[in-house]
């Protein structure tokens, strides 16, 4: 199918993919019509290895190299130079390109059979909650495309840290479970004290320019969602109460919640972030299927790590409450 220009859904570890030929114009284009993409935010471009990568991209030079060396396979994103076998239309007509190479068993064995580089955003409709089940992509996408592989849910379940290497110093576009401090430590022999200088881009900057994926609203659920501080639970309530007291609401919180109460639903989240981030979307998509009123979500603190990508995808599922 992938030979023929069809879209094929397929796992990774992060999120699952809405796959086509990388090298294909009219699959390419396929894509964008399927997702309602709009034609200015590019593709990641996923490569089997190292090797693959070097081959369709240019300057993957050494900074790419030793991040591909320590993450690949992996959630690693890295922005080069697109090479000539890619077409423009893979990365919204610039001459960049994102390429990444997953971990998933099967994601790896469906490049190793195709033998050519697979791009592939996120396999939900544009602007939606990425999906982390094959369930999830049949929901979204179902009767729009021709195949699902079906490889389980994904462990990671955020999508994969964008950092753009083609400016100096490099930048984080997108948090994930890859950390900046984790990326600073791997380049930190060949950088020396540059590595520092490597930061995550604000959500509002350049970046939303830059990769439109950035975009401040954008992994949302369909039903109103707003996000509240920690402890601010009471205060939500007492609003609740006196302006909307027939609405239903569902909330998702890892504090130690009272149970609830009426027209109320308690989505009770880990407080690991590994399996926070790996739960998020899911429940994102529970909260949503129940066509209640509105999705309150209580914005756990910025613990580092893996809490940065976490508090980035809140804010974009969210508007900040009050409404
Ligand atoms: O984990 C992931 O990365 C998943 C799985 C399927 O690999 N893919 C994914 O793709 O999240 P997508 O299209 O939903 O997000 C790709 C992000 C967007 O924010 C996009 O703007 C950015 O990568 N991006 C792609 N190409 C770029 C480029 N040439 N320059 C800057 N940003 C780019
Ligand atoms: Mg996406």
Not at 59 to 73: K, Q, Y
Request: hydrophobic share 40%.
């Amino acid at each position: 199918m992938l030979r023929a220009g069809e879209l094929v859904a397929f796992a990774t570890e992060t999120v699952y993919g809405l796959g086509a030929d990388a090298t294909n114009v009219a699959a390419i284009r396929r894509i964008y019509k399927v997702k309602r993409r709009p034609a200015g935010n590019p593709l990641i471009v996923h490569v089997r290895d190292r090797r693959q990568a070097e081959e369709y991209a240019t300057g993957f030079g050494d900074v790419a190299r030793i991040l591909a060396r320590r993450f690949w396979p992996g959630p690693l994103t890295m922005v080069v130079g697109r090479g000539r076998k890619i077409p423009a239309e893979v990365s919204a007509g610039m001459p960049t390109m994102a390429v990444r190479c997953p971990s998933h068993r099967a994601a790896q064995r469906l490049l190793a059979a195709f033998g050519e580089p697979i791009a592939a955003p996120s396999a939900n409709l544009s602007g939606h909650v990425s999906p982390t089940t094959a369930a999830d992509v049949l929901a979204e996408l179902g009767g729009r495309i021709p195949l699902i592989l079906d490889g389980g849910a994904c462990a990671v379940g955020v999508e994969s840290t964008v950092i753009d290497l083609t400016v100096d110093p490099p930048v984080v576009l997108r948090p994930g479970i890859v950390t900046v401090e984790m990326i600073r430590a791997a380049l930190r022999r060949k950088l020396g004290t540059k590595a520092e200088a490597i930061q995550t881009s604000s959500v509002s900057g350049n970046a939303a320019a830059k990769s439109p994926g950035m975009l401040r609203r954008h992994y949302a659920p369909v039903t109103p969602t707003y996000r509240y501080g920690q402890g601010e639970w009471h205060l939500v309530r007492a609003w609740l109460n006196r302006y909307r007291p027939q609405a239903w609401v569902v909330r998702l919180t890892c504090d130690d919640a009272r149970p609830a109460r009426g027209q109320e639903v308690l989505i009770h989240l880990s407080e690991h972030g590994e399996q926070y981030a790996r739960h998020l979307y899911k429940n994102l998509r529970i909260a949503d299927s129940h066509g209640y009123d509105l999705i309150l979500i209580e914005m756990p603190p910025d613990r580092g790590d893996v809490w940065t990508a976490i508090r980035d995808r809140i804010r974009r599922a969210s508007r900040e409450w009050p409404p």
